[in-house]
C-alpha cells in the first residue's frame, strides 16, 4: 500500500494527519498497523477503536506479533475496551512468549484483562464518596481546588481496577465541587509559596526517590550512576530475556530460563570483559560504570572477565593495569574470571557444532577472508568425521599456523558469512602455557563464557550489534541458556586517540613516554593528570545509556572533573614565574606565621600555616610597568593587595639586569589592609617558598579528529601539538611540601593540580589537572 493511502487509512483509524505521517516514518509500527488493517477488513469502527487499535500496535512486541489477530478481532468486539486492558493483554501474551509457538488461554487472557467485569457508576461513586471523606477531606478543604486529585483518581483505581478513568475523573469533580461548592477568586489564583504545604521530614529512601523525580530532565544523561541506572535504564527483568526484542524463543527456553533464575536466585548478573593487550581509556569507563553501576543498582553483581583468546598480544602489565583501574573507579569485582577458564568446555562445544553439521574446518587464507564479501568456502559442505578429524589435528599441532580455521555456519546481520570460531596459533598462553595451540575469537567465546557465568544482561558497544545473531545462535544451537545482549552508544573523545595500536606507536615514537602519560586518555593518564575517579563516573552518566555514539570535547570532561575538585582540593599559594618583592617597610619584627583555610568557601574545613617576610614572590604577569587599559593588579600608579596577609603593596623601585632590562625585583612600600585604600586585585604570593616542578599540560593533537585523513592528511603523527607540555620551575608555600603522589590541590588563581609520581624527596612534581573556569572580570 503506497505511503498516501496507508496515511489516509491510519486518519481513519482517528489519528490527525501529522500523526499518521509520523507513524509512517515507523517501520515496526506501520507493519503492525497494516497486519491490523487486514484483520478489520473494512469494517465499520466504534468511536475510539480505531486509536486502541494504533495503541496496541504502537506496544506490540516483534516476538509475540504472530497474536496479533487475535488482540484485533478482541478490540473489534469491545472485549478489550481501553488502553488498561490493551495492555493488560499484551503483557499475558509476552508472558507467554518463553514458549515456543505458545497458545494462549484464552479464559486465563480474559481473566488476566477483566474482560466482562463491569464497574457501574454507582460502584465509583461510593468509592470516590469513601475516599474524600476518609482520607482527603481534610486536605482538601485546607488547599481546595489547588488540591491535586490526581492523587484521588490512583487511589481509586486501586480498588477498581478496571474503572473507566474519565468515570473515575468525573465523579470525583462532582464530590469536590459539592464538598468546597463553586471556586472563588482566591482559588483561580495560582497557589502562593507559603500555602504549599510544608513536607514531612523524608526518611533516607523518600529522598532519594524525590530527588530523582526533580533531576528527571529530557536529557539522556543523570548527575550520577546511581541516578542513571535508577531512572534512565530500562531492562529487562532477570528471566524474561523472552521480553526483550530480537530474542529468540527455542522449545528449550522456558526450562533454561527456569534453571537460569534458579542458579541467580533471580539476582542480575553482568561482566566487564577487557580484552588484556592494553590499557583501558575512557570509554571503558563508560562500559565499567554501566556494567558495574547496573548491577549495583538492582542488587547484582558484576564480573571481571579477561577476554584473554589472543596469546601473542597479551602482557601481565595490563591484567594487572585493568583490575587496577576498575578498583579506582570504585568498584570491586563479584568474581574475576578469564575466558581461559573456559578453554576445554568451549573446545568440547565446538566439537558437538561439528557433530550438528552446524561448523566445518576451513582452509581459505585469512586474506580472503578479508572484507564483506569473500568467496564462499569450498569446504562448507566437508564430511562432518572429516571436520572432526582436521579439528583434532588443529588441537595437536598438525596442522601449520594459518592453514586452518574453523568456521560457524551462520550470516551475521551485516552479511558476512561463516565466522572464524578458532585459529591456530603456536605461541605460549600467559595461563595456560602451551597446553593450547587453538584459540577460541571474540565471537565464539563471548556469548558461550556469559552462558556460563550465567549472566543476565550482557552489555556492549553498538559495534557488536552485528554479532547479535550469531551470540543467540550459538546458545540455542547448543541448548544451553542464552542471556540477552543490550547495546549502547560508545564514548568517543575528541581531539585524542584511543587507538590502542597508535597509542603504543607514540610510545615507540617517543611523541609521549608511555600509557599514562598525562596527554592521553587512558585511565592511567588521567589518574596521572589528577582527574578524580568520581569526576569520570559523574561523566560517563551524563552522557547517558543510548544507542547512539558519542563524541564530545575535552572541555565535558574537564567540567565534571572541575566540579569534583572545587569541593575537594584543598587550595595552597603557588607562583609558576616568581618575581622577587621586597617590602622594605615591613611591618613586623620577625617573620609572621599566618593561619590559612583550605577552603575559603568553608573554613570550618580545615586550615595550614604559611610564613609571611619581608621578601615574598608574586607572578611575574600580576606587575606591569606599562599597563593595558583595564590592568587591575600592580602598576607604577596601583596597588596591589596580598591574599591572606592583610597588607596592600605599593611600587616604590623597579630594578632590572642592565643588559638585558629583564625585572629582577621590585621594591615595593606596604600599608595594612585596614588602613589603606582597597586595591582593585588581591593576588596570591608565597614566602621562604619550596622549589616545584610544575608540567602545564595542552591538547596533544591540534585537530578535532587527528584519525581522519580528511582533517588530517598526513596521518595522525603529523597533527601533533608541539606545545603540548611546558615545564616551569614554581615556588609553593612550604605547607605543600608534605604532599603525597596523587594528592590534589588548588593553586589560587591559576589552576587544580595533582603530584605526580615522579616526584622525589626533595623535588615535588606537579601536573596540572584543569585550568580555572575563565573570568573575563579579571585582568
Known amino acids: 500500500m503506497a505511503g498516501e493511502d496507508l496515511i489516509a487509512k491510519f486518519q481513519e483509524l482517528g489519528m490527525s494527519e501529522q500523526k499518521a505521517k509520523e507513524t509512517l516514518k515507523n517501520a515496526n509500527v506501520t507493519k503492525n498497523l497494516q497486519l491490523a488493517l487486514d484483520e478489520i477488513k473494512g469494517a465499520a469502527l466504534a468511536d475510539g477503536v480505531g486509536m486502541l487499535i494504533y495503541h496496541m500496535a504502537s506496544k506490540l512486541k516483534p516476538q509475540v506479533a ?85 492523587k484521588i483518581l490512583q487511589d481509586v483505581r486501586q480498588e477498581l481496577k478496571w474503572a473507566d478513568a474519565k468515570s473515575v475523573k468525573a465523579a470525583i469533580d462532582v464530590e469536590i465541587f459539592d464538598l468546597l461548592g463553586p471556586k472563588t477568586e482566591e482559588d483561580l489564583k495560582p497557589p ?27 536529557s539522556d544523561g543523570a548527575s550520577s550512576i546511581a541516578e542513571l541506572m535508577r531512572t534512565k535504564v530500562h531492562f529487562h527483568k532477570p528471566g524474561e530475556n523472552y521480553k526483550t526484542d530480537g530474542y529468540v524463543v527455542t522449545q528449550n527456553t522456558e526450562r533454561l530460563l527456569k534453571e537460569h533464575l534458579q542458579k541467580t536466585g533471580g539476582q542480575v548478573h553482568t561482566r566487564f570483559p577487557p580484552e588484556p ?25 558484576c564480573y571481571l572477565r579477561y577476554d584473554d583468546t589472543n596469546p601473542e598480544k597479551e602482557e601481565e602489565k595490563f591484567f594487572v593495569a585493568i583490575k587496577e583501574m576498575v578498583e579506582w573507579l570504585g568498584y570491586k569485582p563479584y568474581k574475576i574470571t578469564y575466558s581461559s577458564d573456559n578453554f576445554q568446555q568451549l573446545y568440547e562445544w565446538a566439537v558437538v557444532l561439528i557433530r550438528e553439521g552446524l561448523a566445518y574446518v576451513c582452509h581459505q587464507k585469512a586474506e580472503e577472508l578479508k572484507g564483506f564479501n569473500p568467496p564462499p568456502s569450498p569446504w562448507r559442505e566437508r564430511p562432518i568425521e572429516e571436520s572432526l578429524q582436521l579439528f583434532e589435528d588443529m588441537k595437536r599441532g598438525k596442522i601449520d599456523e594459518g592453514a586452518a580455521t574453523l568456521r560457524l555456519k551462520l550470516t551475521l546481520e551485516e552479511g558476512k558469512v561463516d565466522p572464524v570460531a578458532y585459529r591456530i596459533k603456536f605461541i605460549p598462553h600467559h595461563r595456560t602455557k602451551s597446553a593450547w595451540c587453538i584459540y577460541p575469537t571474540y565471537d565464539y567465546t ?40 543490550w547495546e549502547y552508544g560508545r564514548l568517543n573523545m575528541n581531539y585524542a586517540l584511543v587507538s590502542k595500536r597508535k597509542i603504543a606507536k607514540l610510545i615507540t615514537e617517543r611523541i609521549v613516554h608511555d600509557w599514562d602519560d598525562p596527554r592521553l586518555f587512558t585511565l592511567t593518564a588521567l589518574r596521572r593528570r589528577g582527574f578524580p575517579p568520581e569526576a569520570i563516573n559523574n561523566f560517563c552518566a551524563q552522557m547517558g545509556v543510548t544507542g547512539a555514539q558519542i563524541a564530545v570535547d575535552p572541555a565535558m570532561l574537564e567540567a565534571a572533573v572541575r566540579d569534583v575538585l572545587n569541593v575537594t582540593a584543598p587550595r595552597r599559594l603557588v607562583v609558576l614565574e616568581p618575581l622577587k618583592v621586597t617590602i622594605s617597610n615591613f611591618p613586623y ?17 580545615g586550615n595550614h600555616k604559611i610564613v609571611l617576610d619581608k621578601t615574598i614572590y608574586i607572578e611575574r604577569s600580576d606587575f606591569s610597568q606599562n599597563p593595558d587599559k583595564g590592568y587591575r593588579r600592580l602598576t607604577p600608579k596601583q596597588s596591589l593587595g596580598l591574599r591572606h596577609a592583610g597588607l596592600v603593596i605599593s611600587l616604590e623601585k623597579v630594578i632590572q639586569d642592565p643588559a638585558t ?17 582597597k586595591p582593585k586585585a588581591f593576588v596570591q604570593w608565597v614566602s621562604q617558598p619550596v622549589k616545584l616542578e610544575v608540567r602545564l599540560y595542552e591538547q596533544l593533537f591540534k585537530h578535532k579528529n587527528p584519525e581522519d585523513p580528511n582533517e588530517v592528511p598526513g596521518g595522525f603523527l603529523s597533527d601533533i601539538n608541539e606545545q603540548s607540555v611546558s615545564i616551569v620551575q614554581a615556588y609553593a ?33 606537579f601536573n596540572r589537572t584543569v585550568g580555572l573556569k575563565e573570568d573575563s572580570g579579571k585582568k
Open 66 to 150: 504472530e497474536h496479533l489477530p487475535l488482540l484485533v478481532r478482541y478490540i473489534l468486539e469491545r472485549k478489550l475496551d481501553n488502553t488498561q486492558r490493551v495492555d493488560a493483554a499484551l503483557d499475558y501474551i509476552l508472558k507467554s512468549g518463553q514458549k515456543l509457538k505458545a497458545s494462549i488461554n484464552v479464559e486465563e487472557l480474559e481473566k488476566e484483562c477483566g474482560v466482562g467485569v463491569v464497574v457501574t457508576p454507582e460502584e465509583i461513586e461510593r468509592h470516590v464518596q469513601a475516599k474524600i471523606k476518609g482520607s482527603y477531606k481534610e486536605a482538601l478543604l485546607e488547599q481546595r481546588y489547588h488540591f491535586n486529585a490526581f
Open 192 to 218: 502562593s509559596k507559603a500555602n504549599v504545604p510544608k513536607p514531612k521530614p523524608e526518611t533516607k529512601a523518600s529522598s532519594v526517590a524525590v530527588a530523582a523525580v526533580k533531576e528527571e530532565t529530557p
Open 277 to 301: 593487550n592494553g590499557i583501558l581509556h575512557v570509554g571503558h569507563a563508560k562500559a565499567i560504570n554501566i556494567n558495574f553501576g547496573y548491577a549495583a543498582a538492582q542488587n547484582g553483581v
Open 446 to 485: 563471548h556469548c558461550l563464557c556469559d552462558s556460563i557465568e550465567q549472566i543476565t544482561h550482557s552489555l556492549c558497544t553498538k559495534e557488536f550489534q552485528s554479532r547479535r545473531s550469531s551470540y543467540y545462535w550459538l546458545c540455542n544451537a547448543l541448548n544451553i541458556y542464552c542471556p540477552v545482549q
Open 589 to 605: 619584627a620577625a617573620p609572621l606565621a599566618l593561619d590559612v583555610p583550605d577552603f575559603p568557601q568553608n573554613p570550618q574545613q
Open 661 to 677: 632590562g629583564e625585572i629582577l625585583e621590585l621594591i615595593c612600600t606596604s600599608q595594612l589592609a585596614e588602613q589603606a585604600e
Open 733 to 765: 608555600d612550604q605547607a605543600i611540601s608534605k604532599a603525597k603522589v596523587y594528592d590534589k590541590f588548588q593553586f589560587e588563581r591559576i589552576g587544580f593540580f595533582s603530584v605526580d609520581p615522579d616526584s622525589k624527596e626533595q623535588q615535588l612534581v
